[in-house]
């Protein structure tokens, strides 16, 4: 097992120290945070706000509805699946029936 590594990942000019257990975990991390910060830079820019607590509130929204957006076309993949493993079924079984 990894021992894990202390990173400090800043976001709205705060650092915040977080504990990973990997590189691949610590690169997903730092993305995040720039990703964050890109955002914020964005809405900043076209946006009118009063601090940064609203630029992080309006990131977050966005990164919300971009996951339930994820999480339905996930369960719909997921669905499409399994009703195209069940046709399969359907073909093999007739195909052997008519063999």
């Excluded at 995040?32 to 076209?46: D, T, V, W």
């Excluded at 607590?53 to 919300?64: E, K, P």
Aim: charged share 35%; proline share 1%.
């Amino acid at each position: 097992m990894k021992k894990e590594q202390l990173i400090s990942v800043i976001i709205a000019e705060r650092p915040y120290r977080l504990s990973v257990s990997s590189e691949e975990e610590e690169q997903l991390f730092r993305e995040s945070g720039k990703l964050i910060e890109e955002k914020m830079k964005e809405y900043a820019s076209n946006f009118a706000f009063r601090d940064k607590q609203d630029l992080l509130a309006m990131v977050t929204l966005q990164f919300a509805v971009e996951s339930l957006r994820l999480e339905t076309v996930s369960r719909n993949h997921e669905n499409l699946k399994q009703q195209l493993a069940g046709i399969d079924r359907l073909l093999d079984e007739n195909l052997l029936e008519k063999s």
